[in-house]
């Protein structure tokens, strides 16, 4: 079965600083990994996907992903971090169809703050 | 484009009543919805995938009696709580894929915050 972890709750930086969201995966096959933020009160959005292709990913407003097979992880990181980022984020997994991982999975969220 | 509008965003009601929450995607034709709920240490947990046209498919421990859905067309799925219990209280979220294949990245409504008093 496919499972997703968020080892770290929260993660507190300073604006401007670099920002890492830490995600790791278990999945049966090639993975397909996404990146969601939620603001309080509100559904998920979109950041970013790797599906396949070049193991660094751009999204939305600044946000990369580096794909790591060997080490199962999809890090979320944006070099210089907004207070408007402190928000939920989610890292999502899914694996191949016909296999019993094409559901989409959720880690458990990291809460980020931005200080100014 | 991909807007996936949910209503009501917040919701009071009392202890055996029913209360239907709608998703609707406003720009493209979803197949597919998918029902989350979301409970108070954030982590989402996959409810029921809806179905146009058929019946919905259930997660276990899921009860399909308590949590009914309806996807009458391509645009449109309810979820209703029926029989409400304050334990019923959570954020419901609906999702769609506006694209077809297992992995394009869903499109979340804004969610309903239910309230079972």
């Known amino acids: 079965a496919q499972s997703v972890a968020q080892p770290e709750d929260q993660v507190n930086v300073a604006e401007g600083n670099p920002l890492t969201v830490k995600c790791t995966y278990s999945?049966?096959?090639?993975?397909?990994l996404f990146w969601y933020v939620q603001y309080p009160n509100r559904g998920l959005q979109f950041l970013l996907k790797?599906?396949?292709?070049?193991?660094l990913v751009k999204g939305s407003y600044g946000f990369e992903a580096e794909f790591n097979k060997s080490q199962t992880s999809f890090h979320l990181k944006k070099p210089s971090a907004l207070v408007s980022d402190s928000a939920l984020y989610f890292c999502?997994?899914?694996?191949?169809?016909?296999?019993?991982?094409?559901?989409?999975?959720f880690g458990a969220g990291t809460t980020v703050t931005v200080r100014a | 484009g991909a807007v996936v509008s949910q209503h009501p965003s917040r919701v009071i009601c009392k202890s055996g009543t029913s209360v239907k929450i709608e998703c609707r995607s406003l720009d493209f034709q979803a197949t597919t919805m998918f029902w989350y709920r979301q409970f108070p240490k954030k982590s989402l947990m996959l409810m029921a995938t809806s179905n146009e046209g058929s019946k919905a498919t259930y997660e276990q421990g899921v009860e399909k009696d308590k949590f009914l859905i309806n996807h009458a067309s391509l645009t449109l799925s309810t979820l209703t709580v029926t029989s409400a219990h304050p334990e019923d209280s959570s954020f419901y979220i609906c999702?769609?894929?506006?694209?077809?294949?297992?992995?394009?990245?869903?499109?979340f409504g804004n969610g309903t915050r239910l309230t079972v008093t």
């Open positions: 999702s769609a894929r506006a694209l077809q294949g297992y992995n394009s990245p869903l499109h």
């Open positions: 790797y599906i396949t292709g070049d193991n």
């Open positions: 999502a997994v899914t694996g191949e169809w016909g296999s019993n991982d094409y559901k989409l999975s």
């Open positions: 999945v049966s096959g090639n993975p397909y």
